[in-house]
């Protein structure tokens, strides 16, 4: 598999008043081509951030790179000049947000919006680019292209404005489509047509996609892997099947666990205790010792490194050190390892354990 | 005192009533929500869920037919002070987080606004110490008193506009897709402390959502909503046992599971209005087609229905 991106050790701080926020605390993670890689983490994790920093989308006066860096084509987009870096932003690197009310322009037609980085990137002239624009449209399920072109944002629906949105960051055929919550406006109908598109379009077009969201549902419909993130770091990273069958972060054992199951009788939702750690003054230890029940003295004071599971699965918690002792993760969890070959839970179909 | 403590009889809404562009936002629909119980009502975007809960509330001038409050018209002619109380009673949490809190207060005074207007405290410390009980309630901390909506993120926003709901004692909470822009973890947080002061405060709650595992397992019963109407009604259980009408079927499949395995073979059912093939004659009513368990159809869907429920 070809790596289209990779982020290596990226530490970024906004600078507030308050004092320097360390956002992202040393983020790694590469991006496969045509692969769907999710981004889950509640709000504050720093997975927007991530994918920002990656666009260069952050404000220059208050946010500081660090360390580390984002190779995209052999080019650090770190460090690249702006004027670079606006070639490969909408080009080759583009991005869908979760608003599509406040995305688009309201004073512009929907077909300009997206000719817009037709027009700025490629070498076309007008019709050629009304033609494509029109294509595009035709692409993400607009019907009656040629007189909808000319609309504005507000004569369109919820679930077709986020059409369009998609329609302008597939305009240049990016190579990596980063998805800020794309359908988290939208209801489940709306929802579930959007990401049918997206993994058609990833189909034809081999994109690799970023998809940021918080809802594991969707990350179980689209992702082909899923990183974790909590406190600005990635604490999980694995393929989807291992990450939903075979977590072993606490932490993620806390968001799977936090879903309703459909089959749920009248009992309490496990919701993670406490709140995300302030970022001002990260914890010294794991991020989320404070909020796990299954924290050891370690935790406090050290932060652990990845500790590889499998060649695709890696988790930074202290659990997986040979001497840690072995800790039972919550029932739910156990239940979803029952199914997972390589699990040490994993139930042969004939009942026996392996 | 009877047991409902809301009831709905064929309400209609109507926005441009009598024009060309006349929108039939609600069309005729007719529910009850008992005392202390949870009624979910879900739909897609443009199904009148929302208009529905306005309405209730009295946001919006009823077309015709009347919401019950604890047996009083919520949509007659009364007093000033009858007003005020049936406010102080009802409360709503809104969709929008970013719209729904004035940019220009702190968040102080947006959670203590409800307390002065009906003057529940006396005094500053008080007053604030209220404030900051409720914040504590929601998950968030006494430091965030002092701090304007745009310094938080959509989800404490969405807790903010809880506490204020909360804070002047409500019976009744309309919720309108109060989760939505909430993390998995944290709406698991709010659905619980929604259930929690349920529980202690005798409360009931209007719950309206799109999301439906969730509604699912906050709800007691739940009403489908399709195009203004009320296709299918039922408890929570039954609803997701026993979907009979197809658009509810259509909705209940579009749901994504955190389960890899099962996404990899979900299949969707699309919902087509014309698939019902309703004759010119053929009238199409609300039938109970189990206890409680109510759904909209003719007289000869209703039968091929009985005919394939287990």
């Known amino acids: 598999m070809t790596k289209v991106l990779e982020v290596k050790d990226l530490e970024l701080s906004f600078h507030t008043f308050a004092g320097e926020v360390k956002a992202i605390r040393g983020v790694n993670f590469d991006l496969h081509k045509g692969e769907t890689l999710a981004v889950v983490g509640e709000s504050g994790s720093g997975k927007s951030v991530t994918t920002k920093s990656i666009m260069r989308l952050l404000p220059k006066s208050s946010a500081e790179y660090k360390n580390g860096q984002i190779l995209f084509e052999g080019k650090d987009l770190t460090k690249i000049p702006e004027k670079d870096m606006q070639k490969i932003r909408?080009?080759?690197?583009?991005?869908?947000?979760?608003?599509?009310?406040?995305?688009?322009?309201?004073?512009?037609?929907i077909g300009r919006q997206i000719m817009e980085p037709i027009l700025k990137h490629q070498k076309l002239n007008k019709s050629q680019a009304r033609k494509q624009t029109i294509e595009l449209l035709n692409l993400v399920g607009i019907p009656n292209a040629e007189n909808r072109y000319k609309m504005y944002p507000h004569q369109f629906s919820g679930g077709q404005r986020q059409r369009i949105v998609i329609a302008i960051a597939l305009a240049c055929n990016p190579k990596v489509l980063i998805a800020d919550e794309p359908t988290t406006a939208l209801d489940v109908t709306i929802q579930a047509q959007i990401l049918e598109l997206m993994k058609d379009i990833q189909k034809k077009t081999d994109t690799s996609i970023i998809f940021i969201t918080h809802d594991l549902g969707v990350v179980a419909n689209v992702a082909d892997r899923v990183a974790v993130m909590y406190g600005g770091r990635i604490v999980e990273i694995?393929?989807?099947?291992?990450?939903?069958?075979?977590?072993?972060?606490?932490?993620?054992?806390?968001?799977?666990?936090s879903m309703p199951s459909m089959d749920l009788e009248d009992q309490k939702l496990y919701a993670i205790p406490g709140t995300p750690p302030d970022l001002l003054n990260p914890p010294k230890?794991?991020?989320?010792?404070?909020?796990?029940?299954?924290?050891?003295?370690?935790?406090?004071?050290?932060?652990?490194?990845?500790?590889?599971?499998s060649d695709t699965h890696y988790a930074a918690t202290w659990l997986l050190h040979p001497q840690a002792p072995q800790v039972e993760p919550p029932a739910l969890i156990i239940e979803r390892m029952k199914t997972f070959k390589g699990s040490r839970y994993y139930v042969d179909q004939t009942g026996g354990t392996v | 005192m009877s047991d409902n403590l809301i009831e709905v009889r064929n309400l209609k809404q109507y926005?441009?009533?009598?024009?060309?562009?006349?929108?039939?936002?609600?069309?005729?629909?007719?529910?009850?929500?008992?005392?202390?119980?949870?009624?979910?009502?879900?739909?897609?975007?443009?199904?009148?869920?929302?208009?529905?809960?306005?309405?209730?509330?009295?946001?919006?001038?009823?077309?015709?037919?009347?919401?019950?409050?604890?047996?009083?018209?919520?949509?007659?002619?009364?007093?000033?002070?009858?007003n005020h109380e049936l406010n102080r009673k009802m409360q709503m949490i809104f969709q929008d987080p970013y719209a729904s809190l004035n940019p220009r207060m702190k968040v102080l005074d947006i959670i203590a606004e409800g307390l002065d207007i009906h003057g529940l405290v006396k005094g500053k410390t008080e007053r604030k110490q209220r404030v900051i009980d409720l914040l504590e309630t929601v998950g968030l901390n006494r430091e965030h008193a002092e701090r304007y909506p745009h310094e938080f993120s959509g989800g404490q926003r969405q807790r903010i506009g809880i506490a204020r709901a909360l804070a002047v004692d409500p019976e009744f909470i309309i919720a309108d897709e109060p989760i939505s822009a909430l993390d998995v973890s944290i709406q698991a947080q709010v659905v619980n402390l929604l259930k929690e002061l349920q529980e202690e405060k005798g409360l009931t709650y209007l719950f309206i959502a799109h999301d439906l595992?969730?509604?699912?397992?906050?709800?007691?019963?739940?009403?489908?909503?399709?195009?203004?109407?009320?296709?299918?009604?039922?408890?929570?259980?039954?609803?997701?046992?026993?979907?009979?009408?197809?658009?509810?079927?259509?909705?209940?499949?579009?749901?994504p599971l955190p389960d890899p395995i099962y996404e990899r073979s979900r299949v969707r059912h699309p919902y087509n209005p014309k698939d019902h093939q309703y004759g010119p004659d053929e009238k199409v009513e609300f039938h109970e087609i189990a206890p409680e368990h109510f759904v909209l159809c003719s007289e000869k869907e209703l039968a091929e229905m009985q005919a394939t429920r287990v």
Request: glycine share 8%; hydrophobic share 35%.
């Open chain 1, 285 to 309: 230890g794991d991020a989320f010792a404070l909020r796990s029940e299954y924290a050891m003295k370690i935790d406090m004071e050290r932060q652990p490194p990845f500790f590889k599971v």
């Open chain 1, 90 to 109: 909408g080009k080759d690197i583009s991005m869908i947000f979760q608003d599509p009310m406040t995305s688009l322009n309201p004073t512009m037609t």
């Open chain 2, 15 to 82: 926005f441009n009533a009598g024009k060309s562009t006349e929108v039939r936002a609600i069309d005729d629909i007719s529910f009850t929500i008992k005392r202390g119980e949870t009624f979910g009502l879900v739909g897609e975007s443009g199904c009148g869920k929302s208009t529905t809960g306005r309405t209730i509330i009295r946001l919006y001038d009823a077309t015709a037919g009347q919401v019950l409050y604890n047996g009083v018209d919520v949509h007659a002619p009364k007093s000033k002070k009858e």
């Open chain 1, 238 to 257: 694995g393929t989807v099947d291992e990450i939903f069958y075979n977590p072993q972060h606490p932490y993620t054992w806390g968001l799977l666990s």
């Open chain 2, 213 to 255: 595992s969730m509604v699912k397992y906050i709800s007691d019963r739940i009403g489908v909503m399709y195009f203004g109407k009320l296709v299918e009604m039922a408890p929570a259980d039954e609803l997701y046992r026993n979907p009979m009408h197809a658009y509810t079927k259509s909705l209940l499949s579009a749901i």
